[in-house]
């Protein structure tokens, strides 16, 4: 098993997620468990946000900037995602690199869908210690499934965990793929195609290359946040290759979009982050 420390992108990500609840895409996007997972020095730049009171040290400036920039993202990464899930709500739903993802416990449409929360096991650990105990899951069950993307087999894990490759199975990979070299992607791709049946659905969001987020987390880490310098980007995918790839694998691209049009087509006005361009949602279903 692999030595590193639980994700500290998953925690900006929950944060992200704290600060736009209620605030950001009203009536389309809503997260009230996110400030549950967090600890309490990891709601003060939340607070911060929410209240639109930027704080005056640079270190906690940095802090507050990295949450605004996040909930930006995240809101329409969310909205689109739960949307896809919604509509392909079946027995199985895994989550690859779950991270604090919080559909387990606020997805009502997951009410007959068992949940497999796939991630490293540094993470997975560290969210099982931050999960309140009185915080039941909205869904059918939630089973932990700790894998290595770089180390482990995702196969015998899901099989050990009780998933059924025989029946279909909506796949959710939410910003984990810029973290995975690209032998790692394949590999995972390879590994879940080989369980994916007719009626399964892969939602995959990724980053494509981009000159601009390449030179905003340049800038985050000579700010001082140790948080994206201690989790670089492995791999960019431009669509076509993403689609190459997946299509080698049985799996078809039905909409890859990218945030910002994301962000449009749900009504959700952006503040013209252009950050939001180069993230994107595909969905892809088996041949
Ligand atoms: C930015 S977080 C995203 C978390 C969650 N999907 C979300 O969107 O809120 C990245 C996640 O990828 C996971 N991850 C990165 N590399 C991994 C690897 N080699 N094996 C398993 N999980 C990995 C981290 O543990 C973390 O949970």
Same mark, same amino acid.
């Given at each position: ?10 925690? +900006? ?7 736009? /609840? ?28 929410r209240?639109?009171?930027?704080p005056?040290?640079?270190? *906690?400036?940095?802090?507050? *900037?990295?949450?605004?920039a996040c909930?930006e =993202? ?11 899930? %919604?509509?392909?709500?079946g ?8 991270g ?5 416990? %606020? ?5 007959r869908? /068992? =949940? ?30 700790p894998?290595?993307?770089a180390?482990? /087999?995702?196969?015998?894990a899901l099989d ?6 025989? &029946? ?12 995975? &070299? ?17 009626? #399964? ?6 980053? #494509?290359p ?7 987390? +340049? ?6 946040s140790?948080?994206? #310098?201690?989790?670089?980007?492995? #791999? ?9 790839l ?10 890859? /979009? ?11 006005p952006?503040?013209?982050? &252009? ?9 892809? *279903?088996?041949?």
């Amino acid at each position: 098993m692999s030595e590193r420390a639980a994700s500290r992108t998953a925690v +900006l990500v929950c944060q992200g997620r704290a600060a736009a /609840d209620g605030r950001a895409g009203t009536g389309r996007f809503a997260d009230p468990v996110a400030v549950r997972l967090l600890r309490a020095e990891e709601r003060t730049p939340v607070e911060q946000v929410r209240a639109n009171t930027p704080p005056t040290g640079w270190r *906690e400036r940095a802090a507050y *900037e990295g949450v605004l920039a996040c909930a930006e =993202v995240v809101v329409p990464r969310t909205v689109a995602i739960d949307e896809a899930l %919604r509509a392909h709500a079946g027995d199985q739903l895994v989550i690859l690199g779950a991270g604090l993802d919080t559909r387990a416990w %606020r997805l009502s449409e997951l009410a007959r869908t /068992d =949940v497999w929360e796939v991630d490293h096991p540094a993470s997975q650990q560290d969210k099982l210690d931050r999960l309140p105990a009185e915080q039941s899951a909205v869904s059918r069950s939630v089973r932990f499934t700790p894998v290595d993307f770089a180390l482990d /087999d995702l196969g015998t894990a899901l099989d050990g965990a009780g998933h059924d490759p025989s &029946t279909p199975t909506a796949w959710l990979w939410e910003g984990v793929v810029p973290y995975l &070299t690209r032998d790692e992607v394949r590999a995972t791709v390879a590994a879940l195609a080989a369980r994916t049946a007719p009626g #399964s659905v892969l939602v995959v969001n990724y980053q #494509s290359p981009s000159t601009r987020a390449a030179a905003g987390r +340049l800038l985050t880490r000579f700010l001082g946040s140790s948080i994206t #310098s201690g989790e670089p980007w492995r #791999s960019l995918w431009r669509p076509e290759q993403l689609a190459t790839l997946l299509d080698e694998y049985g799996l078809r691209v039905l909409s890859d /979009d990218n945030l910002l049009d994301l962000a449009h087509t749900h009504g959700i006005p952006p503040q013209g982050r &252009t950050s939001l361009r180069s993230g994107r949602v595909a969905v892809a *279903e088996s041949r």
